[in-house]
């Protein structure tokens, strides 16, 4: 692991000597990716500085207790010894997580698309909650969101609403939320009280950039069309709604809510690169997992992850057993303790795996 480390810390230095070379300052995209892999790099160096101090200590802590003649002194020195191995045991197993393998999605944009499920209107009315618990998350992050494209109902809900959220390592915090949300609450219209079960699906795609994923003018099916539901006369008289089909793998996606035919072109085809991705990833976890005989988690979109239970105001993700009583503060954004708490168990799990 050490030389691991080394090396790393060598990269770390040539990337920061980078930043002074005339050619990377001109080439802004050549900039970019130094100073985002510099970042990736740094808390390693970091801890990993830590780590050599701390071991320089305990080798003078040593010598000084093979000299001490002075009791009291070589007391003071045997505990601080101790103290220094513990914290250098304690920056060992940081820097065994910080080396483990990093999703190479974790740092892009996110495509997120919820769907109202069981349950009619009121499902609608939970997907349209889920849509502004994660915008409001993302707001609170300083993230940029972009409605895609929706399918809205009469009462407030969605039956369908596609978004997009720009910010660094989107993908890192949101990936969990993929699945089969559930709510249990007595809608507004129930008139006997009965506590009603409802559904929504979340899916959380990275959004894939167009070296990522090989597609050619000949595989794409463009169409257009006069959008429809609200937007007044220009929008139901226009052929400015999109649709593209990905011929390969059948795969669609559409975008009606721009008044510009260019831009609903534009964000369609974002939808559609990321879901031709997520397919590509799915098909090589099936095959990796064939190959090892054993079922890699793959975040399969029918599985239930998450009840909401508004008479307990209780909120339970059932893949790590954790549940909370902040159920309004998650819907209005506060998702941070639920995510950082998937986090860890995956981490663990990595960790685990990797023993």
């Known amino acids: 692991m050490f030389e691991k480390l080394k090396d790393i ?3 770390y230095e040539d990337l920061t000597a980078r930043f002074a070379d005339p050619a990377v300052l001109a080439d802004q995209n050549q900039w970019k ?3 985002q892999e510099r970042a990736r790099l740094e ?15 305990i080798v003078g802590t040593l010598e000084l207790l093979e000299g001490a003649q002075d009791p009291e002194l070589h007391e003071m020195a ?4 101790k103290t220094l191995k513990a914290r250098k045991q304690d920056l060992e197993e940081r820097l065994t997580t910080l080396l483990l393998p990093r999703d190479p999605n974790d740092e892009k944009n996110v495509i997120i698309e919820i769907r109202g499920g069981t349950g009619g209107g009121e499902a609608a009315l939970f997907a349209a909650e889920l849509y502004r618990a994660y915008t409001r998350y993302a707001e609170r992050l300083r ?6 494209s929706s399918t809205p109902t009469d009462i407030g809900g969605f039956k369908e609403v596609i978004f997009l959220i720009e910010g660094e390592g989107a993908y890192s915090r949101l990936k969990y939320e993929s699945g089969v949300h559930r709510v ?9 009280s009965r506590i009603h079960t409802s559904t929504a699906t979340v899916a959380v795609l990275p959004e894939a950039e167009e070296v990522e994923v090989d597609i050619g003018p000949g595989d794409l099916q463009i169409d257009t069309y006069c959008a429809g539901g609200p937007g007044g006369q220009h929008v139901n008289k226009t052929e400015s709604a999109v649709r593209i089909v990905h011929i390969p793998t059948g795969i669609m996606a559409t975008c009606q809510d721009e008044k510009s035919q260019h831009k609903n072109r534009d964000k369609a085809m974002r939808v559609l690169r990321a879901r031709v991705l997520a397919k590509a990833q799915e098909e ?3 095959r990796e997992a064939e190959q090892r005989r054993s079922q890699v988690g793959t975040g399969d979109r029918s599985e239930r992850i998450r009840t909401y239970n508004f008479p307990q105001t209780r909120v339970t993700d059932h893949r790590i057993g954790f549940t909370t009583h902040r159920l309004a503060l998650i819907l209005d954004g506060d998702l941070d303790e ?3 708490t998937l986090a860890t168990s995956a981490q663990a799990e990595h960790l685990r795996k990797a023993e």
């Open 338 to 340: 639920l995510i950082d």
């Open 33 to 35: 990716s130094t100073a």
């Open 9 to 11: 810390e060598a990269k």
């Open 284 to 286: 090589q976890d099936q």
């Open 143 to 148: 993230w940029k969101t972009e409605l895609v």
């Open 78 to 81: 045997e505990t601080e010894l």
């Open 43 to 57: 808390p390693i160096v970091m801890v990993y500085r830590d780590w050599l101090r701390a071991e320089g200590e």
């Open 184 to 192: 249990q609450r007595v809608p507004e219209t129930e008139s006997s």
